[in-house]
């Protein structure tokens, strides 16, 4: 298939490359045009401006936003809107609040233009990995971008296959599920951010009480000197704690045991506040997850080991770096 894809920063170049390397065309458009002369050099249309990349795709026409949630979003979605026509797609593959994405969808229905919203996870790794996604909007639109998304998804792999009963959706094993209606895919990822909050969290802390034993205020039989990366690297293999996060914590162990080119200061990016300020609204209970929002939030005025721990986990699967390290 052809598309269009905007936005040329880490996961919108993975995602254009991996559809290349799939046999996709690909027209990309960044502000920054030595980002899209980079992906053009790998087979790439470029594109110069928005209605650029427009003119460059066949009618009908897909086009897919890689961009940061809120004011760039809003703005290139608008800009596209006057654009596109009747029967082309338009997808928001970032961190887009759910309640975004029913607005636009509502606004662009009168000119037939299709919206559908992906929850995209994957971070850095997604170019080899693949992209596991979450998806709203109508079943004519998904049906249609199915090649594209078998494409970025990572497939059956090497995970072992659940008994599944006859009759489930078969893309769930491939890593992509049509969630429900525009708004749905934002709000599965939203809420699988939320989790992931929780479980960087757990990590954390369980390896600051790890360092802690060595404390020289505990009886000094009782303090133990642990090397943390051994510990994460056997935690990995059989263990029921094992998960990527726990793979890319022993990585960072590996190469910095200490830590030391992380402060501690460890960002959010609006999805754990969305989380729970949704499971408000639904009267659910979210202890685990709203600590962890509130860990962050400390963590950019005292920070632990444990929280540079956080960091490095983030840097792992995001490249994300601390944007609050010098608060």
Known sequence: ???????????GAGIARRLMRGGHACVVYDRDAAAVATVAADGATGAGDLADLVAKLEAPRVVWVMLPAGGPTEEVSAALADLLGAGDILIDGGNTFYRDDIRRAKALAPKGIRYVDIGTSGGVWGLERGFCMMIGGESAAVDRIDPILRTLAPGL????????????????????????????????KMVHNGIEYGLMQAYAEGFDILKGKASAAL????RFDLDLMDVAEV?????????????????????????????GAVDDSGEGRWTIAAAIEEAVSVDVLAAALFARFRSRQDHTFGERLLSAMRYGFGGHVEEAASR
């Open 1 to 11: 298939m052809q598309l269009g894809v905007i936005g040329m920063g880490r996961m």
């Open 157 to 188: 792999g090497d995970i072992a296959r659940t008994q599944r009963p006859a009759g489930a959706d078969p893309r769930a094993e491939l890593g992509y599920i049509h969630a429900g209606k525009a708004g749905a895919g934002h709000f599965v």
């Open 219 to 222: 009886p000094e039989d009782e």
């Open 235 to 263: 935690w990995r293999r059989g263990s029921v704690v094992s998960s990527w996060l726990l793979d890319l914590t022993a990585q960072a162990l590996a190469g910095d045991p200490k830590l030391g080119s992380y402060t």
